[in-house]
């Protein structure tokens, strides 16, 4: 009996929570020793599964970093459109807290220079927006680039550390057809250019080849939209199930509402595929998040200025 006291008061005192344990315990006054240690060593081999076992689940944020002055019709960002109807621009990074330790940064903004036009409103730089939701700069392991026009690459000085992720084909157009003669390098920078051959010198680039690929546990990218050379976008594993991040594959609520493509694309038949797509690999249309739209901030809950939760 003396041993049997000893271990109840053990157990109350290690697992206060586990109630359902301690009233076994009690009724199990003249279960034999045996029993009750098997017990114990049961539910000790259970706690110590779910908490060393990570889920590969992730937090998903969409940050406004940048919005557009004015609003756009919607013939302009998809053409056949109803003339009717308009859309208002905004500018976001996507930041992902993982249950594995993962904190990865998707797409990296614009630097303040690139922003001083009449196009633009309300510019904050893209590491100060992490710092609403206390993200350190140096915190982050992993950024994935969508594709390389400014408005998503240009913020990479900011962010010194993780590793890189970005399509192969795109990287070899970025870095290199974009400037051969005649090529078409609309929304491309040279110095985004300079600043991702030094990620790569650096050892940081690490460079994905195709479609549906898991890059990292719970996150998968998909190509096919052709926004740029080889545009990418993400399939995330979330607690509110799966969620498409498509960045610029595809730029508003109003495309994949409308399987619309957008201008900016050099197959758009190949979009308008890619937006289909995105609908079956994600039931609810609302959590295919688009690279532009305004209306994020309104579908999901503030968490902080410029900042929602996407659940
Ligand atoms: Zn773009």
Redesign the pocket.
Same mark, same amino acid.
């Given at each position: 009996m003396l041993i049997e006291s000893f271990i109840l008061r053990l157990i109350r005192t290690s697992f206060p929570n586990l109630s359902k344990i301690h009233t076994l315990v009690y009724s199990l006054t003249f279960y034999n020793m045996k029993q009750i240690l098997s017990i114990i060593a049961m539910n000790l081999m259970l706690l110590s599964v779910s908490f060393s076992q990570p889920r590969n689940v992730y937090d998903i944020y969409a940050l406004e970093y940048l919005k557009g002055s004015s609003r756009t019709p919607a013939s302009v960002i998809a053409p056949g459109a109803d003339p009717k109807d308009s859309v208002d621009f905004s500018y976001f990074i996507w930041y992902l807290n993982g249950d594995n330790g993962r904190k990865v940064l998707v797409d990296a903004g614009m630097l303040e220079d690139r922003t001083k036009s009449s196009n633009y409103l309300n510019y904050v730089r893209p590491d100060l927006m992490l710092k609403r939701i206390n993200v350190n700069v140096n915190d982050i392991t992993d950024i994935i680039f969508?594709?390389p026009?400014s +408005?998503?690459i240009n913020g990479l000085e900011l962010f010194p550390t993780g590793t890189i992720w970005m399509q192969k084909k795109d990287f070899a157009y970025f870095v290199g057809d974009a400037w051969q003669k005649g090529a078409n390098h609309l929304?491309l920078d040279k110095q985004d250019v300079k600043c991702i051959i030094q990620a790569n010198l650096d050892g940081r680039l690490q460079l994905v080849d195709g479609d549906s690929i898991e890059i990292i546990p719970g996150i998968r990218v998909f190509i096919g939209s052709r926004?740029?050379f080889e545009?990418q976008h993400l399939l995330v594993d979330s607690n509110a199930g799966k969620v498409l991040l498509a960045? +610029?594959d595809s730029?508003f609520y109003y495309n994949s509402d409308h399987f619309l493509s957008i201008p900016?694309t050099s197959d758009k038949e190949a979009y308008a595929k890619e937006l289909r797509r995105m609908k079956i690999l994600v039931g609810d249309p609302r959590l295919i998040i688009p690279?532009h739209d305004a209306l994020v901030l309104e579908r999901f809950k503030k968490v902080a200025e410029g900042v929602v939760r996407i659940q």
């Open positions: 969508t594709h026009h +408005d998503h929304g926004h740029t545009s960045s +610029d730029w900016l690279g």
